[in-house]
């Protein structure tokens, strides 16, 4: 019911800028909330940034905050993650994740796309 489609991903030199782009299908009502994940090798997947679909319950991780912001175009069913100031610790795969509706737990995911920050 709900696919989720990254981009944007590449290789960028530390202290650069990427942005990243989820593409929704499916139903992207205002409450319903989106969010980054990333998994680096060796890692466990961890969160990196959420929100509503209305703007509003925005989160980041402690390691990115400052850094990267989450925001989304709602016409386009987008949500994108611009990336500053990026350090070789942030080079992962990234996905986009969102709940079955208003419910609890990250349950849709899409295929991820590569970060890497080169030092």
């Known amino acids: 019911q709900v696919q989720l489609v990254e981009s944007g991903g590449g290789l960028v030199q530390a202290g650069g800028s990427l942005r990243l782009s989820c593409a929704a299908s499916g139903r992207t009502y205002s409450s319903y909330t989106i969010g980054w994940f990333r998994q680096a090798p060796g890692k466990e997947r961890e969160f990196v940034a959420r929100t509503t679909w209305s703007g509003g319950n925005t989160a980041y991780a402690d390691s990115v905050k400052g850094r990267f912001t989450i925001s989304r175009d709602n016409a386009k069913n987008t949500v994108y993650l611009q990336m500053n100031s990026l350090k070789p610790e942030d080079t992962a795969v990234y996905y986009c994740?969102?709940?079955?509706?208003?419910?609890?737990?990250?349950?849709?995911w899409g295929q991820g796309t590569q970060v890497t920050v080169s030092s």
């Open positions: 994740t969102a709940p079955e509706g208003d419910g609890r737990g990250w349950h849709y």
